[in-house]
């Protein structure tokens, strides 16, 4: 009995030291977190065919010493950098319309607009030589002509990779969590929503 008493003891005082050390080291995944490391998984919808992704966020305001529309705290408006990826190589011919809401931590939304960047490398090598030296209206024909600015259009087979920018977002806090959520619309008025990734709102000068 009493050598039964004492591999008990001897078995609580080794789980308890086993407990103790084990929370003397962070597991993985806390790790990560505590280096600023823990990936953000990727959001991804269909609609008809059509997979849209959400590849990279990136949030800021500015406080350069002028400031378009400052808010109370003498900051910009929150800007927003969204990097999406459409594959249409399982769909047919797409013509699609967005909107988009930002998503604070308490799940408050806030209206902005995003616009589709310029890709100048759909132009022709003779047409990107020679852009810069185009006057205003040369420059939109070109853009027009050459599909540079995405207009929603979509062939079948066809993978674009967009970046999306918003400078008329909420005045929130820097350092606060927002996400964006993106709903896509086809003509026939199926709809489906892209959630990006959540991030940080950076500071500027």
Partial sequence: MKIRGLLLSAGVVFLVLGVGIVGLFPTSSESGRQAGTSPASLKAAELGGCKITALSVYFWRDWMPIVAHPGPDRGS???????????????EAAELSFKALVFDENGQSYPATFSAQPDYQLLPK???????????????DALAKYHVIWDGAMKPGEVKEL??????????????RIHVEFTFTDPQ??????KTPSDSINRTY
């Fill in 189 to 194: 008025g199926r709809s489906t929503t892209v």
């Fill in 163 to 176: 970046e999306l920018l918003s400078h008329d977002g909420p005045y929130l806090p820097v350092g606060s």
């Fill in 77 to 91: 408006p929150l800007y927003s950098k969204v990097k999406l990826l459409v594959d249409n190589s399982a769909g």
């Fill in 126 to 140: 003779a047409v990107y030589e020679s852009y810069s030296s185009l006057d205003e209206q040369g420059k939109k």
